[in-house]
T-cell receptor, first 112, second 112 residues
Framework: DAGITQSPRHKVTETGTPVTLRCHQT?????MYWYRQDPGHGLRLIHY???????DKGEVSDGYSVSRSKTEDFLLTLESATSSQTSVYFC???????????FGPGTRLTVT | GQNIDQPTEMTATEGAIVQINCTYQ??????LFWYQQHAGEAPTFLSY????GLEEKGRFSSFLSRSKGYSYLLLKELQMKDSASYLC?????????????FGKGTKLSVIP
């Protein structure tokens, strides 16, 4: 299995609070992604990174920001959490020239 | 943009063969993926097709027809552990060529 960890694995937070999710990889892969997965929607791309300090928006980026200061870490921040951001968040990585994306174990976030 | 359709749910009998279809309409195409996702777990890579035809990998095979915007995943000799969701995903071409767009997934239930 690819070395990807996510923290925390579960979090409950209140509406309006900031939340940061961390994705850490030990594979030295160039590309990193944040997805959310909701019933009836499947996996949707939030943001992605194609290198250190190089990031761009995905399909559902509103309300989210990201940062990547090191190859191994990709942070997803909800500046002010809303109930619509209750979801399971998956991080994924891939290497340039490779077709596969490897997924982390996921973070279940509940915003009350 | 991308539009990907696959059946929501399917049921099949242990030992049988099942075919899960996926159709797509895309502005660019650079390959089609199938992922398996057991409940509460991360998606794992099954197959990748970029050229027309059938790719076989053990009990699993994947077919692609680019002219028809159609793919299927064929699972043979079904086992109970094959009960999972199967996600079809399309890789874009051009500037976003490392991004995947996922269908909503097909939940397969294997019954004795």
């Amino acid at each position: 299995d690819a070395g990807i960890t996510q923290s925390p694995r579960h979090k409950v937070t209140e509406t309006g609070t900031p939340v940061t999710l961390r994705c850490h990889q030990t594979e030295n892969h160039r590309y990193m992604y944040w997805y959310r997965q909701d019933p009836g929607h499947g996996l949707r791309l939030i943001h992605y990174s194609y290198g250190v300090k190089d990031t761009d928006k995905g399909e559902v980026s509103d309300g989210y920001s990201v940062s990547r200061s090191k190859t191994e870490d990709f942070l997803l921040t909800l500046e002010s959490a809303t109930s619509s951001q209750t979801s399971v968040y998956f991080c994924a990585i891939s290497e340039q020239g490779s077709h596969e994306q490897y997924f982390g174990p996921g973070t279940r976030l509940t915003v009350t | 943009g991308q539009n990907i359709d696959q059946p929501t749910e399917m049921t099949a009998t242990e030992g049988a063969i099942v075919q899960i279809n996926c159709t797509y309409q895309t502005s660019g195409f650079n390959g089609l993926f199938w992922y398996q996702q057991h409940a509460g777990e991360a998606p794992t890579f099954l197959s990748y097709n970029v050229l027309d035809g059938l790719e076989e990998k053990g009990r699993f095979s994947s077919f692609l027809s680019r002219s028809k915007g159609y793919s299927y995943l064929l699972l043979k000799e079904l086992q109970m552990k094959d009960s999972a969701s199967y996600l079809c995903a399309v890789k874009d071409s051009g500037a976003g060529s490392y991004q995947l767009t996922f269908g909503k997934g097909t939940k397969l239930s294997v019954i004795p």
